[in-house]
């Protein structure tokens, strides 16, 4: 079936260097994706979205590429700090719109 | 700032008992999901619930769980006959505008199964 999965499980980086965070899917007709951010004993929290028709969209810190020809997504962190640390996973939305199918997640730790 | 809340936080169970977990969305919004993370394993969609109506399930979703909008600001999520593998955690989700928007997720029930 369709899935999302991610490239690497664990990545640790230094405070203030950048981060990247991949992930692949394999539903071309997938029209949505977010990025959420998990820390230890909380819920998901929502970081940035895309939608198909776009390639790279930019917040605070953050940027996602979308690279529909292989169909990869990534997380940019810009100056990644120790708050940073936790478990992000990409999602992408079903056909339908409402269930979010999400990787198995990639843990980011930020070390001083 | 408004957020999604759920009790219990944590809740343990004997195998076969009955279970409701409770979640209160944000208090605008009219979409409302449930989901569940295996300890160790990704997050898993489980059901999405609108005007009173499942809009989309899973297959994980058997007819062992239900779920319930029994008033204005609860959303609940049944498990009729709790199985071993039933224990994980439960997140309930918000949007306000439905399909291919943010949705909103709550801390978290942690479901233990004895």
């Known amino acids: 079936g369709e899935s999302v999965g991610l490239h690497l499980p664990t990545l640790s980086v230094q405070e203030g260097d950048n981060s990247i965070i991949n992930c692949a899917y394999s539903n071309s007709a997938s029209d949505y994706f977010i990025w959420y951010k998990q820390e230890s004993g909380k819920g998901p929290q929502f970081i940035i979205d895309i939608r198909s028709n776009m390639d790279k969209r930019q917040g605070q810190r953050v940027t996602v590429l979308l690279n529909k020809t292989v169909k990869h997504l990534s997380l940019q962190i810009a100056a990644t700090q120790p708050g940073d640390s936790a478990v992000y996973f990409c999602?992408?939305?079903?056909?339908?719109?409402?269930?979010?199918?999400f990787g198995k997640g990639t843990s980011l730790l930020v070390t001083p | 700032e408004p957020e999604v809340t759920q009790t219990p936080s944590h809740q343990v169970t004997q195998m076969g008992q009955e279970v409701i977990l409770r979640c209160v969305p944000i208090s605008n919004h009219l979409y409302f999901y449930w989901y569940r993370q295996i300890l160790g394993q990704k997050v898993e969609f489980l059901v999405s619930f609108y005007n009173n109506e499942i809009s989309e399930k899973s297959e994980i979703f058997d007819d062992q769980f239900s779920v319930e909008r029994p008033d204005g600001s609860n959303f609940t999520l049944k498990i009729r006959s709790t199985k071993l593998e039933d224990s994980a955690m439960y997140f309930c989700?918000?949007?306000?505008?439905?399909?291919?928007?943010?949705?909103?997720f709550g801390p978290g029930t942690r479901l233990t199964v004895l």
């Open positions: 999602a992408e939305v079903s056909n339908s719109g409402y269930a979010l199918n």
């Open positions: 989700a918000s949007s306000g505008q439905g399909a291919y928007n943010e949705q909103f």
